[in-house]
T-cell receptor
């Protein structure tokens, strides 16, 4: 079955440093979504990428979908303490009816 | 606008007990799903429903039952709780289960089985 991996599992950064998490799928994806979960909270939708090579920006967050549509990345510029949480990618392919979530990257930001 | 509402927020069960986790949404979404979240394993799909009267198994369905008698409600039943079912459970809904649909998650139910 489809597998979605994320690296790193944990990342500790100093406030103001950049952060990147990578998502890799074992199969070609139709689209990919990113979610953020604050500590003790629930996942909240951030963005969806559909096109090969697509890049989308939300303020300090940059999302990229790979050319082969098997990988994606989320980059945060100049992290802030409000960025703390776990970032999940979720991949969807044409063979399934559901998104498959990666294990997440937990980000800690030291003030 | 309530969104997705889960009850209870916390629950402790003894091994062998049964219980139902409630999930309701008020967005008229067709697609609803249940996930469990365990440390280091992300969100794993238990069961899902693409509309009233239709349910299907996800990645980890054993030990759980669901039904979807209305568009709004999607309860998850634990038939005979086991310690391995200790987890945080999330219900989610979306306009449709396919592409181009963001999922809205409930607040979660933290279940401990002793």
């Amino acid at each position: 079955g489809q597998q979605v991996m994320q690296i790193p599992q944990y990342q500790h950064v100093q406030e103001g440093e950049d952060f990147t998490t990578y998502c890799n799928s074992s199969t070609t994806l139709s689209n990919i979504q990113w979610y953020k979960q604050r500590p003790g909270g629930h996942p909240v939708f951030l963005i969806q990428l559909v096109k090969s090579g697509e890049v989308k920006k939300q303020k300090r967050l940059t999302f990229q979908f790979g050319e082969a549509k098997k990988n994606s990345s989320l980059h945060i510029t100049a992290t802030q303490t409000t960025d703390v949480g776990t970032y999940f990618c979720a991949g969807y392919n044409n063979y399934g009816q559901n998104f498959v979530f990666g294990p997440g990257t937990r980000l800690s930001v030291l003030p | 606008n309530a969104g997705v509402t889960q009850t209870p927020k916390f629950q402790v069960l003894k091994t062998g007990q049964s219980m139902t986790l409630q999930c309701a949404q008020d967005m008229n979404h067709e697609y609803m799903s249940w996930y469990r979240q365990d440390p280091g394993m992300g969100l794993r799909l238990i069961h899902y429903s693409v509309g009233a009267g239709i349910t299907d198994q996800g990645e980890v369905p054993n030990g759980y039952n669901v039904s979807r008698s209305t568009t709004e409600d999607f309860p998850l039943r634990l038939l005979s709780a086991a310690p391995s079912q200790t987890s945080v459970y999330f219900c989610a809904s979306s306009y449709a289960g396919g592409m181009n649909t963001e999922a809205f998650f409930g607040q979660g139910t933290r279940l401990t089985v002793v």
